[in-house]
């Protein structure tokens, strides 16, 4: 049977099958277990460190419980101690521990209470809380301190698992602010905290006793305690502002005295949070912000990054006073810390206007430019630019020039940046600004040009060829035959043909539209075969012509003639197709192509008259009852074969209602009966009386 020590030593000479040697240990364990106690306290301790490999343990909970039962401290210890590292709410033992605890808590044995009250204060679930609430009461007032804080402890865990026990629970963690230990003092300051955190409102009775404890000139050597303090305070004034007043001269305190890094940094946060309208606070907290940010220590990320985080609250309520602190924050860019780089770009992307934002966005493209390609920090630098160029409809744009050579710049890094973005930005810029858009076809043609042709610029390829091919101009020279990805090389088809159209030179880029078909690709291959047809078919003015000759199949008769015709677009191609060559057109074939029109339609008429005309009425109609068609007047019924405006035929008067006239027969005859039966009826009865 091998020891504790054993087990570490053969884990360590293990290295290769480690696995399989952890696996022969815990059948042996499991044996172990169901020997003698001592034995049992063995195998315990074993598996406690083999837990702490992340090997689960649960299957010994009940040998477990009874360690805990054994009268002997050192297994009481073993037991409890398993029981933190294994147990949980789903743990089926559990159910069995209240009886466990409550003889444990009663003994007079504080080492025994101790050990117990930590296992509680971890394992408490709602089934077993209520039934140790009033055990774990008595013992918070135990005339020892460490089973005090114990005891606190775990009625703050029976609290956030029991909250009906809260008006009992909370007057005594009350109490105990007016200890005489401060360690008592700050363990009940640490539950408060937690409490007030999550709502506020219910615990501004204890500001008083608070206050008193935060004044005090003993607590200046426990910062701990001061922080905790200071964060309830944070809440509280989010809940009452009528304590700001309370709470100037404290503060002022802690900025201005020989205070712990910690305590300083809580004081500020709370300033800038709750204290915008204090200038001689606000004041010295861009002092205290300065000198972090010019901090160039051991310690001089921490302190970068805190005065960051202080500055996001302050840039709502004060963001004028911050304006000098811009370029210490662009400094902090260049940080090898990548969280400091976020954090100084969430605030700059703050802090531009539009006298700096030409300074700042060049700045930051730089920083994006010198970083590594694998690094996710250019994507949110570009974003960032995105934003700031882009907000409130281009508010802060003092040029548009200048924002066009910046796409640019931003398209043609070689850094990673976010392309779908980009392109977007880009055309939705072109699309809204109307002067620019001849300039911007230059640009993105130079951005073709010198980008690179990588499948995942896609959406900025064709952004830039539908900008080229919709506002470049006919004086520039815009041949795009360049080799770009598959999915790029649609949009570059579709910019040649427009380009092509503008120059009045159809055949311009035949050789192109011809090479694309035999692409591997159905779409590809389309619209080459597309465009180029439409190349050709502007050369001949009867093909081109017979496209917009004819009207379309309208809905209706006067569809046509409430649409209006393409009369742009009609008319420039005919034109342009007969100014180049005009052909007379074959009379004969067109006379043949009408008739044959013509029969047709005869044909169609012919079989639309020949086909049976379907009943609307699915099922067969019940037929009205005698007495109620002699109230009803039937209307005179026509023959259908007639010609109209001709007197109708003399014919039987037939039941317009009947589906079915042998049933209304055989119903007729029915009810001519009943009234014959009825009579039959009444002479019966008269003749027996």
């Known amino acids: 049977m091998k020891n504790l020590e054993q087990i570490a030593r053969g884990i360590r000479e293990h290295e290769e099958d480690e696995a399989q040697y952890i696996a022969g240990l815990i059948t042996e364990i499991k044996n172990e277990i169901r020997l003698s106690p001592r034995e049992k306290i063995n195998a315990v301790e074993k598996l406690i460190y083999l837990q702490m490999f992340g090997f689960d343990i649960t299957f010994a909970a009940f040998p477990i419980l009874e360690i805990c039962a054994l009268k002997a401290f050192h297994a009481k210890r073993v037991g409890y101690s398993a029981m933190i590292s294994s147990f949980n709410n789903d743990t089926r033992a559990l159910v069995m521990t209240p009886s466990q605890f409550r003889k444990d808590l009663a003994c007079r044995d504080d080492k025994v209470q101790s050990v117990a009250l930590s296992a509680l204060a971890k394992v408490v679930s709602p089934e077993i809380a209520p039934y140790l609430v009033d055990d774990v009461l008595s ?173 996001v609250p302050l840039i709502e309520t004060a963001g004028g006073l911050l304006e000098k602190h811009r370029r210490l924050v662009i400094n902090c860019l260049n940080s090898k810390d990548n969280s400091i780089q976020l954090k100084a770009l969430k605030v700059v992307e703050q802090l531009v206007d539009e006298d700096c934002i030409e300074d700042i966005v060049q700045r930051l493209i730089e920083i994006a430019q010198l970083s590594s390609i694998d690094n996710r920090i250019p994507v949110r630098i570009i974003e960032a630019v995105l934003r700031m160029i882009t907000r409130d409809s281009y508010a802060d744009v003092p040029d548009f020039d200048w924002l066009l050579s910046t796409f640019q710049h931003i398209a043609l890094l070689k850094c990673c940046i976010p392309v779908d973005q980009v392109a977007l930005e880009f055309r939705q810029f072109v699309l809204r600004c109307e002067d620019i858009q001849e300039d911007a076809a230059r640009i993105a043609k130079t951005i073709l040009l010198h980008m690179d042709k990588d499948p995942k610029q896609t959406e900025l390829m064709s952004t830039c060829f539908f900008i080229v091919g919709e506002f470049g101009s006919i004086e520039d020279d815009f041949d795009l035959d360049i080799i770009v990805p598959q999915s790029a090389q649609s949009a570059q088809l579709t910019a040649m043909f427009k380009i092509s159209t503008k120059m009045n030179e159809p055949d311009r880029f035949s050789t192109f539209y011809d090479r694309y078909l035999y692409s591997v690709y159905s779409d590809i291959q389309w619209h080459a075969a597309y465009y180029g047809c439409l190349s050709k078919m502007k050369d001949d003015a009867v093909g081109l012509g017979a496209l917009f000759e004819n009207k379309l199949n309208a809905v209706s008769k006067t569809a046509q003639e409430r649409v209006a015709a393409p009369f742009d677009l009609t008319t420039f191609l005919v034109a342009e197709a007969a100014a180049i060559v005009a052909k007379p057109a074959d009379k004969e074939e067109e006379e043949v192509i009408i008739k044959k029109k013509r029969r047709r339609k005869k044909r169609r008429s012919k079989e639309e008259a020949e086909e049976p005309i379907a009943s609307p009425i699915t099922s067969p109609a019940s037929p009205t009852k005698r007495r109620r068609r002699r109230r009803l007047k039937l209307a005179d019924v026509e023959d259908i074969d007639a010609q109209p405006n001709t007197p109708a035929s003399d014919k039987k008067e037939e039941n317009v209602f009947s589906m079915n006239p042998v049933l209304d027969e055989e119903k007729e005859e029915k009810e001519e009966e009943q009234p014959k039966k009825k009579k039959k009826r009444r002479r019966k009865k008269r003749s027996a009386e």
């Open 139 to 311: 013992l918070s007032n135990s005339t020892h301190p460490h089973i005090q804080r114990k005891a606190l402890c775990a009625l703050f865990r029976i609290l956030v698992n029991k909250p009906d026990a809260l008006s009992v629970v909370f007057q005594r963690i009350v109490s105990k602010l007016k200890s005489d230990d401060w360690s008592v003092v700050q363990v009940a300051v640490n539950i408060l905290c937690e409490l007030c955190v999550r709502n506020p409102s219910a615990y501004i009775q204890t500001a008083p006793p608070l206050y008193k404890i935060m004044t005090d000139t003993a607590i200046r050597d426990r910062p701990i305690m001061l922080v905790k303090l200071l964060k309830i305070f944070r809440a509280f004034l989010k809940a009452e502002p009528k304590l700001k007043k309370k709470l100037v001269s404290p503060l002022q305190q802690f900025l201005n005295g020989q205070y712990p890094l910690s305590v300083t940094l809580e004081a500020l946060f709370c300033v800038v949070e709750s204290f915008s309208s204090s200038r001689s606070l606000l004041q010295r907290a861009l002092e205290l912000l300065q000198q972090y940010l010019e901090d160039d220590g051991e310690n001089s990320t921490n302190l970068h990054y805190c005065a960051l985080e202080l500055m």
